[in-house]
């Protein structure tokens, strides 16, 4: 299994921009649909954005529709998460995992079917 890295996290202030980057040396994601999740203080673990493996199709929370887009360089091995007009509600730690066998991120995008968890990027939305 490849250990996933996140990193890109940060302290902004509302309405502020930041962009997430997930990779691994390990082996290639080409294969693998791959999906960001958080988790606030005291919340459980959601699915915020998936993206299958050519990148042909995504989901998205309802929260984050229109503010966070989620796109993949397979070629850098790299899974990015571009969030915009960034709330406090969108604080929490953010994790990326992968799984192969995913086929319908759709509905899929959950925290139990993905594994290859990396070890998360601090999220803070703070004024």
């Known amino acids: 299994q490849s250990q996933l890295v996140e990193s890109g996290g940060g302290v902004v202030p509302p309405g502020g921009s930041l962009r997430l980057s997930c990779r691994t040396s390990?082996?290639?994601?080409?294969?693998?649909?791959v999906g960001w999740f958080r988790q606030a203080p005291g919340k459980e673990r959601e699915g915020v954005s998936c993206?299958?493996?050519?990148?042909?199709?995504?989901y998205y929370a309802d929260s984050v529709k229109g503010r966070f887009t989620i796109s993949r360089d397979n070629a850098a091995n790299t899974v990015y998460l571009q969030m915009d007009n960034l709330k406090p509600e969108d604080t929490g730690v953010y994790y990326c995992?992968?799984?192969?066998?995913?086929?319908?991120?759709?509905?899929?995008?959950?925290?139990?079917?993905?594994?290859?968890w990396g070890r998360g990027t601090q999220v803070t939305v703070s004024s």
């Open positions: 993206i299958n493996s050519s990148g042909g199709m995504t």
């Open positions: 995992a992968g799984n192969p066998m995913i086929y319908s991120v759709q509905t899929q995008c959950v925290p139990a079917l993905f594994h290859d």
């Open positions: 390990e082996r290639t994601l080409d294969y693998y649909s």
